[in-house]
């Protein structure tokens, strides 16, 4: 992080601190928190109870009462709270939204979106975080996006299927009780996929945004970028980032950075993460008595149930990884129903339950 800020941002001391603790000495005009997600919520807290401005990474807190409790803190101490969601920010998703709004009624929407297990992105390398699920790590910036291409005033969860023990997702939402919206998020998939298809009553307007500033299609006919000025205004990053300073100086903050928004995300998240959950449960059960082998799938699954347990640390996801390779290597030498196959069941159903 160091490294990047150095590369990256001119003009304004900017100082890193690897220990939140710590960001309560000196005199700072603003703070950003980007560490590891489990810790946003008490870094937060820390900054705000300075009277600090700061800018929040998603996932911004772990539940809804420390949602609550943040803003209240925040309110308490007169500091301007921020939750960072760079495509609020982005040109070519507004001219996607301005367009798709030219047309008639909006029928449905269709996005998928996937990641290599590792790409370098604006220079730097990108992998994702295991103690985030698939869906809260791609979620904040999918619903983000849905609120910009039309008014939200209800999203209801009707399905959730997942592949590939979790590095698949597909979810199915009712926006406003009228638009179907099917959203398909991969890991460690072959290639980038960033695309948006929605079906206007008259055509159907294509965003494809794979490789920034992506381009946009109607009805299959010519490729227009999606951003004309992308090589010569400011990024979407940077264009955040200028316009949270701006607000921290005039005590106005822009509205894309409201904290009630993020939240009110962050509750559609939650209530598909419980239909997730069960989907993941059907999927490790099943995969476990018939298991043959020791595969990637088995693995990502195994190692994101580790990371969910209460107290996860990387030395204890990697014991428990130990012991069910050990289980399941026990279970394949041996018959269907050796005390192998059920010790593995057991310990499983057990830390099932605590999701």
């Known amino acids: 992080m160091s490294d990047w800020v150095q ?9 890193v601190s690897e220990d939140f603790q710590s960001i309560s000495e000196g005199n700072n005009n603003a703070v950003f928190v980007v560490n590891r997600a489990d810790d946003h919520y008490m870094a937060a807290c820390q900054v705000i109870s300075r009277g600090w401005p700061v800018l929040i990474e998603k996932p911004v807190v772990p539940d809804s009462i420390s949602g609550a409790s943040l803003s209240e803190l925040a309110a308490f101490r007169a500091s301007n709270i921020a939750v960072s969601n760079v495509f609020l920010f982005t040109r070519y998703i507004n001219n996607f939204a301005v367009r798709i709004s030219q047309g008639m009624a909006l029928k449905s929407i269709l996005i998928n979106w996937a990641d290599r297990e590792e790409e370098i992105r604006h220079g730097e390398k990108s992998h994702f975080d295991p103690r985030l699920k698939l869906i809260t790590d791609s979620l904040p910036h999918i619903l983000a996006i849905i609120s910009r291409l039309l008014v939200v005033k209800m999203i209801e969860c009707r399905d959730v299927r997942l592949s590939r023990g979790g590095a698949a997702v597909s979810i199915d939402y009712n926006v406003n009780r009228q638009v179907p919206c099917s959203i398909n998020i991969k890991r460690n998939h072959s290639e980038r996929v960033r695309k948006i298809d929605v079906q206007l009553q008259n055509e159907n307007i294509t965003l494809d945004f794979s490789n920034e500033p992506g381009i946009i299609q109607v009805n299959g006919g010519a490729k227009i970028t999606a951003d004309a000025e992308w090589s010569i205004a400011l990024s979407p990053l940077t264009s955040m980032i200028d316009t949270f300073l701006t607000g921290c100086i005039s005590n106005n903050l822009d509205k894309r950075f409201s904290l009630s928004t993020a939240m009110w995300n962050m509750e559609v998240i939650w209530i598909t993460e419980k239909l997730y959950n069960k989907s993941f449960h059907d999927w490790i059960m099943e995969h476990v008595r018939s298991v043959s082998a020791w595969t990637s799938d088995l693995e990502y699954a195994l190692t994101e149930l580790c990371w969910q347990q209460k107290g996860a640390s990387e030395e204890k996801v990697r014991k428990c990884m130990y012991e069910f390779f050990e289980l399941v290597r ?17 310990q499983l159903s057990q830390m099932l339950s605590n999701l």
């Open 7 to 15: 590369n990256n941002i001119h003009g304004i001391a900017v100082s």
């Open 330 to 346: 026990s279970a394949i030498a041996n018959d269907p129903l050796s005390e192998h196959r059920e010790q593995l069941r057991s």
